[in-house]
């Protein structure tokens, strides 16, 4: 997958397949004096914190549940001419699989009963598909102290449909950021 950043601290790597389907991968080596825990509020509030973090974000929609996990519908701007996209996933967060550490992570696997993507969104709206997307924050010690959190960010989706390179090139170092 070709590094499309290497800033010191901040690393992304981004692939797009002519067929819309993408990955990226964000490594923020140390976001200094700013503690895993703090990130429990957008792990358990991601409805309200998702268009605060991503600006392609345009609106998530809660679900009802499937087996005690959160579902959304999420609908994303795309830049002209492109439809705007709207994708299904389903939320299994993870508080405290360590001490201070934690993972949270989003599928479309476990929201297909939740899918609902009528005639009247396909007359501007294209489906993406979630294949995973996950944040894990870890702690970043110093002599037994921790003084910031180690962020890596995964995410494997098919986008529904082409996407030109420009745009690509574009969009794509947004949502890494």
């Avoid at 690393?11 to 080596?29: F, P, R, V, W």
């Avoid at 944040?135 to 970043?140: A, G, K, T, V």
Wanted: aromatic content about 10%; charged content about 20%.
């Amino acid at each position: 997958m070709p590094k499309v950043l290497d800033e010191p601290g901040l690393t992304i790597y981004q692939h797009y397949e002519d067929n819309g389907k993408m990955s990226i991968i964000t490594e923020l080596a140390c976001a200094k004096n700013i503690m895993p825990n703090e990130f429990k509020y957008f792990i358990e509030n991601w409805q309200n914190a998702a268009k605060d973090l991503n600006p392609l974000i345009d609106q998530v929609e809660e679900l009802e549940p499937v087996q005690g996990f959160k579902v959304a519908m999420t609908i994303a701007k795309a830049p002209w001419p492109l439809s705007a996209r709207i994708m299904f996933s389903a939320r299994y967060p993870t508080i405290d699989f360590k001490p201070n550490e934690h993972v949270f992570v989003m599928s479309e696997r476990g929201a297909e009963s939740r899918i609902n993507f009528t005639q009247a969104h396909e007359k501007d709206h294209v489906l993406a598909k979630l294949s995973v997307a996950g944040w894990h924050f870890s702690p970043i010690s110093q002599n037994d102290k921790c003084v910031g959190t180690r962020i890596f960010y995964l995410a494997c989706a098919d986008a529904g449909g082409n996407i030109p390179s420009s745009v690509q090139n574009i969009a794509g170092p947004k949502q890494a950021k």
